[in-house]
Protein backbone atom coordinates (compact mmCIF):
# COMPACT_ATOMS: atom_id res chain seq x y z
CA UNK A 1 0.00 0.00 0.00
CA UNK A 2 1.21 3.65 -1.19
CA UNK A 3 1.78 6.20 1.67
CA UNK A 4 -1.10 7.95 0.07
CA UNK A 5 -3.58 4.82 0.32
CA UNK A 6 -2.17 4.28 3.81
CA UNK A 7 -3.25 7.85 5.32
CA UNK A 8 -6.45 7.71 3.51
CA UNK A 9 -7.37 4.75 5.32
CA UNK A 10 -6.43 6.24 8.70
CA UNK A 11 -8.64 9.32 7.66
CA UNK A 12 -11.67 6.63 6.37
CA UNK A 13 -11.18 4.96 10.24
CA UNK A 14 -11.21 8.31 12.01
CA UNK A 15 -14.94 8.82 13.68
CA UNK A 16 -14.39 11.91 15.23
CA UNK A 17 -13.53 13.50 13.77
CA UNK A 18 -17.94 27.36 32.86
CA UNK A 19 -17.42 25.29 35.36
CA UNK A 20 -16.35 26.65 38.58
CA UNK A 21 -14.03 25.70 40.98
CA UNK A 22 -14.35 24.13 44.71
CA UNK A 23 -13.43 26.51 47.22
CA UNK A 24 -11.63 24.82 50.01
CA UNK A 25 -12.95 25.41 53.65
CA UNK A 26 -9.90 25.07 55.55
CA UNK A 27 -8.67 27.58 53.32
CA UNK A 28 -5.79 28.42 55.90
CA UNK A 29 -3.96 25.27 56.36
CA UNK A 30 -3.63 24.60 52.28
CA UNK A 31 -4.39 25.71 49.29
CA UNK A 32 -4.90 24.34 46.06
CA UNK A 33 -1.85 24.92 43.74
CA UNK A 34 -2.99 27.51 41.26
CA UNK A 35 -1.05 25.77 38.40
CA UNK A 36 -2.43 22.25 38.56
CA UNK A 37 -4.42 23.28 35.39
CA UNK A 38 -1.43 23.67 33.83
CA UNK A 39 -0.81 19.46 34.15
CA UNK A 40 -3.84 19.00 32.91
CA UNK A 41 -3.78 20.99 29.41
CA UNK A 42 -0.34 18.74 29.17
CA UNK A 43 -2.47 15.42 29.82
CA UNK A 44 -0.56 14.96 33.05
CA UNK A 45 -2.25 16.16 35.76
CA UNK A 46 0.72 16.02 37.77
CA UNK A 47 0.37 17.99 40.85
CA UNK A 48 3.43 19.50 43.38
CA UNK A 49 1.26 19.28 46.41
CA UNK A 50 2.17 21.38 49.42
CA UNK A 51 3.20 19.56 52.73
CA UNK A 52 -0.11 20.21 54.44
CA UNK A 53 -1.85 18.37 51.73
CA UNK A 54 0.93 14.76 52.03
CA UNK A 55 3.64 14.07 53.19
CA UNK A 56 6.34 13.18 51.20
CA UNK A 57 5.27 15.47 47.95
CA UNK A 58 8.76 15.06 46.50
CA UNK A 59 8.68 11.51 46.29
CA UNK A 60 4.83 11.69 44.55
CA UNK A 61 6.24 13.58 41.53
CA UNK A 62 9.11 11.58 41.13
CA UNK A 63 6.59 8.49 40.64
CA UNK A 64 4.51 9.57 39.23
CA UNK A 65 6.49 12.32 36.57
CA UNK A 66 8.50 8.64 35.50
CA UNK A 67 5.23 7.30 34.74
CA UNK A 68 4.93 10.00 32.19
CA UNK A 69 6.22 8.90 28.83
CA UNK A 70 8.85 11.65 27.88
CA UNK A 71 9.98 11.80 24.79
CA UNK A 72 12.20 13.94 22.34
CA UNK A 73 9.37 15.20 19.69
CA UNK A 74 11.34 17.74 18.41
CA UNK A 75 14.64 16.08 17.47
CA UNK A 76 16.59 18.31 19.35
CA UNK A 77 19.62 16.58 18.80
CA UNK A 78 19.48 17.94 15.09
CA UNK A 79 18.52 21.49 16.25
CA UNK A 80 21.06 22.44 19.00
CA UNK A 81 21.44 25.63 17.70
CA UNK A 82 18.66 26.69 20.13
CA UNK A 83 19.73 27.37 23.61
CA UNK A 84 18.15 25.33 26.54
CA UNK A 85 16.53 27.66 29.70
CA UNK A 86 18.08 26.54 32.45
CA UNK A 87 15.55 28.47 33.94
CA UNK A 88 12.06 28.51 32.17
CA UNK A 89 10.80 32.19 31.70
CA UNK A 90 8.38 33.63 29.24
CA UNK A 91 6.82 33.75 26.72
CA UNK A 92 6.19 29.96 25.96
CA UNK A 93 4.46 28.74 22.95
CA UNK A 94 3.42 24.63 23.65
CA UNK A 95 1.91 22.74 21.21
CA UNK A 96 -0.73 19.93 22.17
CA UNK A 97 -2.24 17.70 19.84
CA UNK A 98 -4.61 15.37 20.75
CA UNK A 99 -5.10 11.76 18.78
CA UNK A 100 -7.34 8.71 18.82
CA UNK A 101 -5.06 6.40 18.79
CA UNK A 102 -6.28 2.65 19.50
CA UNK A 103 -4.13 -0.05 20.89
CA UNK A 104 -2.05 -2.59 18.59
CA UNK A 105 -3.41 0.56 15.73
CA UNK A 106 -0.83 0.38 12.52
CA UNK A 107 -3.25 2.89 11.05
CA UNK A 108 -0.70 6.57 10.17
CA UNK A 109 -1.82 8.63 13.53
CA UNK A 110 -3.74 11.65 12.02
CA UNK A 111 -4.00 14.87 14.57
CA UNK A 112 -7.39 15.02 15.18
CA UNK A 113 -6.90 18.47 17.77
CA UNK A 114 -4.44 20.59 17.32
CA UNK A 115 -4.00 23.60 20.21
CA UNK A 116 -1.14 25.74 21.20
CA UNK A 117 -0.99 27.20 24.52
CA UNK A 118 0.96 30.79 24.24
CA UNK A 119 1.70 32.08 27.57
CA UNK A 120 2.82 35.49 28.20
CA UNK A 121 6.08 36.79 29.24
CA UNK A 122 5.36 37.06 33.01
CA UNK A 123 3.86 33.52 33.20
CA UNK A 124 0.55 35.04 34.08
CA UNK A 125 -1.88 34.32 31.71
CA UNK A 126 -2.26 32.54 28.18
CA UNK A 127 -3.66 32.10 25.07
CA UNK A 128 -5.52 28.99 23.61
CA UNK A 129 -6.39 28.68 20.40
CA UNK A 130 -6.91 26.10 17.96
CA UNK A 131 -5.90 24.99 14.25
CA UNK A 132 -8.64 23.48 11.55
CA UNK A 133 -7.35 20.07 11.15
CA UNK A 134 -8.88 21.00 7.75
CA UNK A 135 -6.23 24.25 7.41
CA UNK A 136 -4.51 23.76 3.58
CA UNK A 137 -0.97 24.12 4.27
CA UNK A 138 2.46 23.86 2.87
CA UNK A 139 3.89 20.72 4.81
CA UNK A 140 8.03 20.83 4.24
CA UNK A 141 9.77 17.79 2.66
CA UNK A 142 10.57 15.49 5.37
CA UNK A 143 13.55 13.04 4.37
CA UNK A 144 13.07 10.63 7.61
CA UNK A 145 9.96 9.71 6.24
CA UNK A 146 11.01 10.04 2.85
CA UNK A 147 8.30 12.58 1.91
CA UNK A 148 8.78 15.47 -0.49
CA UNK A 149 6.41 17.58 1.08
CA UNK A 150 3.69 19.79 -0.67
CA UNK A 151 0.14 21.38 -0.04
CA UNK A 152 -2.40 19.69 1.89
CA UNK A 153 -4.77 19.22 4.97
CA UNK A 154 -2.89 20.03 8.48
CA UNK A 155 -4.15 16.94 10.02
CA UNK A 156 -2.15 14.95 7.42
CA UNK A 157 1.11 16.25 8.32
CA UNK A 158 1.59 13.57 11.52
CA UNK A 159 0.16 11.01 9.38
CA UNK A 160 3.31 11.48 6.82
CA UNK A 161 6.22 12.19 9.40
CA UNK A 162 5.01 8.65 10.96
CA UNK A 163 5.44 6.48 8.32
CA UNK A 164 9.36 5.88 8.55
CA UNK A 165 10.27 3.27 5.80
CA UNK A 166 11.21 0.08 7.02
CA UNK A 167 9.73 0.60 10.50
CA UNK A 168 7.01 -1.68 11.56
CA UNK A 169 4.61 0.28 13.06
CA UNK A 170 4.21 4.31 12.27
CA UNK A 171 6.28 6.70 14.28
CA UNK A 172 4.15 9.13 16.17
CA UNK A 173 7.06 11.09 17.51
CA UNK A 174 8.73 11.53 14.31
CA UNK A 175 4.89 12.37 13.19
CA UNK A 176 4.73 15.24 15.63
CA UNK A 177 8.22 16.20 14.53
CA UNK A 178 7.05 17.19 10.87
CA UNK A 179 3.42 18.19 12.35
CA UNK A 180 5.46 20.80 14.56
CA UNK A 181 7.50 22.01 11.49
CA UNK A 182 4.24 22.61 9.46
CA UNK A 183 2.50 24.53 12.23
CA UNK A 184 5.76 26.75 12.41
CA UNK A 185 5.67 27.46 8.59
CA UNK A 186 1.70 27.99 9.46
CA UNK A 187 1.62 30.37 12.35
CA UNK A 188 5.39 31.91 12.13
CA UNK A 189 6.04 30.32 15.66
CA UNK A 190 9.65 29.62 15.34
CA UNK A 191 10.01 27.98 17.95
CA UNK A 192 7.59 25.65 20.65
CA UNK A 193 9.31 25.22 24.20
CA UNK A 194 7.34 22.32 25.30
CA UNK A 195 4.75 19.91 23.46
CA UNK A 196 2.79 17.10 24.04
CA UNK A 197 0.43 14.13 22.63
CA UNK A 198 -2.12 13.55 24.19
CA UNK A 199 -4.45 9.89 23.75
CA UNK A 200 -8.14 11.48 23.69
CA UNK A 201 -8.85 7.86 24.38
CA UNK A 202 -6.85 7.93 27.36
CA UNK A 203 -8.79 11.12 28.69
CA UNK A 204 -11.68 8.56 30.03
CA UNK A 205 -9.88 7.04 32.68
CA UNK A 206 -9.15 10.79 33.80
CA UNK A 207 -12.29 11.95 33.35
CA UNK A 208 -13.69 8.86 35.34
CA UNK A 209 -10.98 8.85 38.05
CA UNK A 210 -11.72 12.43 39.00
CA UNK A 211 -15.06 11.81 39.44
CA UNK A 212 -16.57 13.19 35.99
CA UNK A 213 -16.13 17.03 35.15
CA UNK A 214 -19.00 19.70 34.82
CA UNK A 215 -19.66 21.69 31.36
CA UNK A 216 -21.60 24.22 29.96
CA UNK A 217 -23.57 22.31 27.11
CA UNK A 218 -24.67 25.31 24.49
CA UNK A 219 -27.16 24.23 23.15
CA UNK A 220 -29.39 20.55 22.79
CA UNK A 221 -26.40 17.47 21.20
CA UNK A 222 -27.35 14.42 20.21
CA UNK A 223 -24.72 12.17 19.16
CA UNK A 224 -23.42 10.91 15.72
CA UNK A 225 -21.59 7.77 17.36
CA UNK A 226 -22.98 6.24 20.71
CA UNK A 227 -25.87 5.25 22.29
CA UNK A 228 -27.16 6.68 25.38
CA UNK A 229 -25.21 3.90 27.40
CA UNK A 230 -22.03 4.65 25.82
CA UNK A 231 -21.81 1.73 23.28
CA UNK A 232 -21.33 2.62 19.77
CA UNK A 233 -24.18 2.77 17.48
CA UNK A 234 -24.67 0.88 14.50
CA UNK A 235 -23.95 1.46 10.98
CA UNK A 236 -25.73 2.39 8.97
CA UNK A 237 -26.67 -0.78 6.34
CA UNK A 238 -27.89 1.21 3.52
CA UNK A 239 -25.27 3.80 3.38
CA UNK A 240 -22.93 5.85 5.22
CA UNK A 241 -23.34 7.12 8.78
CA UNK A 242 -25.31 5.29 11.79
CA UNK A 243 -28.15 3.97 12.53
CA UNK A 244 -30.06 3.90 16.51
CA UNK A 245 -30.73 5.47 19.45
CA UNK A 246 -28.20 8.57 19.78
CA UNK A 247 -26.93 9.72 23.21
CA UNK A 248 -28.42 13.51 24.37
CA UNK A 249 -26.91 16.08 25.69
CA UNK A 250 -29.51 18.78 26.85
CA UNK A 251 -28.35 22.20 26.83
CA UNK A 252 -27.26 23.43 30.50
CA UNK A 253 -24.69 22.89 33.19
CA UNK A 254 -24.27 18.88 33.11
CA UNK A 255 -22.32 16.70 34.92
CA UNK A 256 -20.39 14.30 31.97
CA UNK A 257 -18.68 11.33 32.87
CA UNK A 258 -15.19 9.91 30.55
CA UNK A 259 -16.88 8.64 27.54
CA UNK A 260 -19.80 11.55 27.99
CA UNK A 261 -17.38 14.44 27.42
CA UNK A 262 -15.03 12.85 24.76
CA UNK A 263 -17.90 12.12 22.71
CA UNK A 264 -19.49 15.21 23.56
CA UNK A 265 -16.55 17.69 22.12
CA UNK A 266 -16.43 14.97 19.46
CA UNK A 267 -19.26 16.26 17.82
CA UNK A 268 -18.91 18.38 14.86
CA UNK A 269 -21.85 18.38 12.68
CA UNK A 270 -24.62 20.69 12.18
CA UNK A 271 -27.70 17.68 12.36
CA UNK A 272 -26.61 16.78 15.97
CA UNK A 273 -26.70 20.11 17.24
CA UNK A 274 -23.11 21.68 16.41
CA UNK A 275 -23.90 24.68 13.79
CA UNK A 276 -20.47 25.81 12.90
CA UNK A 277 -19.49 22.82 12.54
CA UNK A 278 -15.34 22.07 13.27
CA UNK A 279 -15.40 25.44 14.60
CA UNK A 280 -18.34 24.26 17.33
CA UNK A 281 -15.96 21.18 17.96
CA UNK A 282 -12.83 23.16 18.49
CA UNK A 283 -14.56 25.38 21.04
CA UNK A 284 -15.96 22.52 22.84
CA UNK A 285 -12.37 21.19 22.98
CA UNK A 286 -10.92 24.19 24.60
CA UNK A 287 -14.23 24.23 27.12
CA UNK A 288 -13.41 20.61 28.43
CA UNK A 289 -10.16 20.91 29.07
CA UNK A 290 -11.09 24.00 31.22
CA UNK A 291 -13.15 22.09 32.68
CA UNK A 292 -10.40 19.54 33.71
CA UNK A 293 -8.41 22.01 34.61
CA UNK A 294 -11.23 22.78 37.12
CA UNK A 295 -12.02 19.89 38.27
CA UNK A 296 -8.16 19.14 38.91
CA UNK A 297 -7.22 22.00 41.33
CA UNK A 298 -10.57 21.61 43.56
CA UNK A 299 -10.88 20.36 46.97
CA UNK A 300 -12.46 17.33 46.07
CA UNK A 301 -9.66 15.98 43.93
CA UNK A 302 -6.95 17.81 45.80
CA UNK A 303 -7.76 16.91 49.21
CA UNK A 304 -8.36 13.34 48.43
CA UNK A 305 -5.40 11.04 47.85
CA UNK A 306 -6.89 8.03 47.08
CA UNK A 307 -8.86 9.78 43.99
CA UNK A 308 -5.61 11.79 43.00
CA UNK A 309 -3.89 8.90 42.87
CA UNK A 310 -5.84 7.32 40.53
CA UNK A 311 -6.10 11.16 38.35
CA UNK A 312 -2.70 11.30 38.31
CA UNK A 313 -1.90 7.20 37.08
CA UNK A 314 -4.73 8.05 33.98
CA UNK A 315 -2.58 10.78 33.51
CA UNK A 316 0.48 8.91 33.00
CA UNK A 317 -1.07 6.33 30.55
CA UNK A 318 -2.45 8.93 28.22
CA UNK A 319 0.37 11.63 27.37
CA UNK A 320 4.03 11.51 25.51
CA UNK A 321 5.73 14.80 26.66
CA UNK A 322 8.49 16.79 25.62
CA UNK A 323 10.22 19.79 27.06
CA UNK A 324 13.06 20.14 25.27
CA UNK A 325 15.20 19.32 28.51
CA UNK A 326 12.62 20.44 31.05
CA UNK A 327 10.69 17.66 32.78
CA UNK A 328 6.91 18.50 32.66
CA UNK A 329 6.95 18.93 36.65
CA UNK A 330 9.49 22.26 36.08
CA UNK A 331 6.73 23.24 33.06
CA UNK A 332 4.08 22.78 35.85
CA UNK A 333 6.05 24.89 38.45
CA UNK A 334 7.22 27.51 36.19
CA UNK A 335 3.07 28.41 35.25
CA UNK A 336 2.33 27.97 38.79
CA UNK A 337 0.30 31.25 38.52
CA UNK A 338 -1.72 31.02 35.97
CA UNK A 339 -5.31 30.13 37.25
CA UNK A 340 -7.62 28.38 34.71
CA UNK A 341 -9.26 31.81 34.53
CA UNK A 342 -6.79 33.30 32.99
CA UNK A 343 -6.57 31.22 29.73
CA UNK A 344 -8.31 33.34 27.13
CA UNK A 345 -9.76 31.18 24.28
CA UNK A 346 -9.23 32.24 20.63
CA UNK A 347 -11.20 31.63 17.52
CA UNK A 348 -9.26 31.81 13.95
CA UNK A 349 -11.55 32.34 11.75
CA UNK A 350 -11.27 30.59 8.18
CA UNK A 351 -12.62 30.19 5.05
CA UNK A 352 -13.37 27.24 2.62
CA UNK A 353 -11.39 26.44 -0.36
CA UNK A 354 -13.90 24.96 -2.98
CA UNK A 355 -17.68 23.53 -1.95
CA UNK A 356 -19.43 20.76 -2.38
CA UNK A 357 -17.17 17.92 -4.40
CA UNK A 358 -14.45 20.59 -5.27
CA UNK A 359 -14.17 21.15 -1.35
CA UNK A 360 -10.19 20.78 -0.61
CA UNK A 361 -10.15 22.07 3.33
CA UNK A 362 -9.38 26.02 4.69
CA UNK A 363 -7.38 29.06 5.27
CA UNK A 364 -7.30 31.41 7.59
CA UNK A 365 -9.16 35.29 7.01
CA UNK A 366 -6.58 37.86 6.84
CA UNK A 367 -7.27 39.06 10.98
CA UNK A 368 -5.79 35.40 11.98
CA UNK A 369 -2.91 36.21 10.49
CA UNK A 370 -2.41 39.11 11.65
CA UNK A 371 -3.16 37.82 15.23
CA UNK A 372 0.11 35.46 14.46
CA UNK A 373 1.76 38.65 13.60
CA UNK A 374 0.80 40.45 16.77
CA UNK A 375 1.74 37.08 18.90
CA UNK A 376 4.99 37.13 17.66
CA UNK A 377 5.64 40.87 18.79
CA UNK A 378 4.40 40.56 22.35
CA UNK A 379 1.07 42.71 21.04
CA UNK A 380 -1.26 39.69 20.96
CA UNK A 381 -3.17 41.44 24.13
CA UNK A 382 -4.00 44.50 22.54
CA UNK A 383 -4.61 42.88 19.04
CA UNK A 384 -7.40 41.06 20.52
CA UNK A 385 -9.24 44.09 22.57
CA UNK A 386 -8.76 45.49 19.50
CA UNK A 387 -10.78 42.61 17.64
CA UNK A 388 -13.09 40.91 20.38
CA UNK A 389 -14.37 38.80 17.57
CA UNK A 390 -11.74 36.55 18.24
CA UNK A 391 -12.81 35.79 21.32
CA UNK A 392 -14.26 32.34 22.25
CA UNK A 393 -17.00 32.29 25.07
CA UNK A 394 -17.49 29.33 26.83
CA UNK A 395 -21.50 30.12 26.83
Known amino acids: MSKAETVAVAEAADEAGGSSTVTPRRQRRWKAPRWAWVCTVLGAVLILLSSGVLVGYRTLVARYEGAI ?4 LFDDKAAQAAPKKSTITGPLNILLVGVDVRPGSTNAPLADSIMILSVDEDLQSAFLFSLPRDLLVEIPA ?7 GGTYKLNSAMAEGSLIPGAERPDTAAGFELLAKTVSAATGIERFDAGAIINFSGFRKIVDAMGGVEMYIERDVVSEHRKPDGTHRDPNPYGEGYVG ?7 GTRQLNGWQALDYVRQRYPANGVPDADYGRQRH ?4 IKAMAAKATSADVIADPLKLDRVLRAAGESLIFSGRGNGIAEFAYALRGIRPEAIQMIKLPATNVGVGDAYQGEQFLPVAQEFFTALGKGQAEAFVVE ?8 Q
Open 285 to 288: QQQF
Open 69 to 72: NQQD
Open 245 to 251: PQAQYKK
Open 387 to 394: HPGLISTT
Open 142 to 148: FPKADFH
